[in-house]
């Protein structure tokens, strides 16, 4: 890719290793044996939307290492724009072990140089030339990443790019539920796109709340789009001061594995939000993003005539 060159997005946060189970639906306790993916939410993100021929920066830290350099080497494959990929010497990459289920999976997390993002070598200009910057809650969990990436927002954002997050928030991740919140209210004050599950939604707010009260909370906030995917039942969008959209989930005879089909639904979403398609057809691009995923253990195949054809582009 031309350094120099527009980005479609910048997606900012954890990338790591994701070691998930070969034996499905058991817990971690009972697993033998594990294959080894490319992880991360917005790491997910960022590889999707470059297999949809976007032009893709990643802002990301690993470790100088044997599980960096595959990394590394994958981006590179991907033809994603690596100006924000760090490389620190003080920490490994990290690795997260994970159950293999049609629901929530199990994890645990072995954290290091994932949250090392340094807002000094943040690749500024192409902040200043993205149309478009996503992250998780997951990245915004832990110093210094979090300043960083609220730098990184903050820059995007006043230089006319839309920003995006996934609220994939885990008390496990990040203990201090308040603090979660006001960092989530602090970045829908930019008109944030914000993806939530109603795991997610659950945890963060620490009870249940009716999607109603959740829109109402978020768009107070200033969220500007708010998609909430709700499983099997498919997912629903909020926009201000009209009816939010509710579509059903697509069909899929047999899941194969669950783990980033979030990731992958908003990967959807996204791509058509930035072909400028309708809310609808957003909402519709990723449900049959996501039904691929589920029918794929690991990432979404190369299977580019595959998914144009599927997803009608």
Known sequence: MDQKQ??????????????????????????????????????????????FGLNVGLIAAIGKDGFGT?????????????????????????????SRTEGSPEFIPMRAADYQISAERLPLEDLKRTRLFHCSCFGLSRQPARESILQAAQI?????????????????????????????????????????????VERIFGYVLEPKELFKTLHDWGA??????????????????????????????????????????????LFAYLKEMSPRDCMSTGLKTAAIKLQNVGRIPDYASMLHTVLNL
């Open 6 to 51: 527009q980005l479609d997005i910048i997606c900012a946060g954890e990338t790591l290793i994701d070691f998930i189970g070969n034996q499905k639906e058991r817990p971690i306790a009972e697993i033998k044996d594990y294959h080894r993916y490319l992880g991360g939410s917005p790491t997910n993100v960022a590889m999707n939307l470059a297999r």
């Open 70 to 98: 595959y990394i590394k080497e994958r981006f590179e494959e991907a033809d994603i724009n690596l100006n924000g990929l760090q490389e620190v010497e003080t920490h490994p990459t990290t690795v997260i072990f994970v």
């Open 156 to 200: 995007a954002h006043s230089a006319g790019a839309t920003v995006s997050i996934d609220i994939n928030y885990a008390p496990s991740i990040w203990p201090d539920r308040a603090e979660a919140l006001e960092v989530v209210k602090k970045y829908c004050a930019y008109g944030a796109l914000i993806k939530a599950s109603l795991d997610d």
């Open 224 to 269: 500007k789009m708010i998609c909430l995917t709700l499983g099997k039942k498919g997912a629903m969008l909020s926009q201000p001061g009209v009816e939010p959209i509710e579509l059903p989930a697509m069909k899929v005879e047999k899941i194969m594995d669950a783990t980033g089909a979030g990731d992958a639904f908003w990967s959807g979403f």
